[in-house]
């Protein structure tokens, strides 16, 4: 029989992979390595109904690791509460957004549209002083899981930049990993590669 170590990625959208979606927060479970279940999570945007349903529904999926992508402020009423729930969990790998670092005072809104300049104006005053500092303290993407996997909040080659056509999800293949990306629009998306080739990975039904 082979006895090689297990190391693979469940291919598209299956019973065991299948997209989960409660307003702004998006996520999929269906990366394995030697048996490993992950929990993939993104653009809370201190939505807190939103995140404990999202948690709620993950919990059958026996997840074993969970990675935070970013975008944990910003738009949503809760940001305390959402920093506090995140900071309970302590998740495998965190990374920070746009937003984390706007709301937290790393950068200036500058750049941001007016409705997103006003709201994450109001999140800054609103976040306590201890919730401020730990969010500008949370580390820039990518960041490298595993041996199969990579998380970034916008790009591998930028933590702010979007994934606009192919020549920029091949950039990301380059890396010679498996990433998971999270575009700023909050659409699930997903490409593997083959032979230079990208082919994109869809839900059943689009």
Partial sequence: ?????????????TQDAAPWKSSSITFWSGWTLD???????????ANLDAFETVMAAAKPLNYE????????????????AVCERIRDIKPDAIIRGNHDKVGSGVESPEGFNAVARNAIRWTYDTLTKDNREWLAALPAGPMIVDDLIEICHGTPFDEDAYVFDDLDALR?????????????ENVPAATTSAIDQ???VRPAGQ
């Fill in 198 to 200: 990208l082919v994109p």
């Fill in 172 to 184: 990301a293949f380059a890396r010679n990993v498996d990433v998971v990306t999270f575009e700023f």
């Fill in 1 to 13: 029989s082979d006895s090689r170590p297990t190391a693979r990625r469940t291919s598209g959208w």
């Fill in 35 to 45: 048996r490993m279940r992950y929990l993939v999570i993104s653009d809370i945007h």
């Fill in 65 to 80: 690791k969970v990675l935070l992508l970013g975008d944990l402020v910003g738009y949503g009423a809760d940001p305390n």
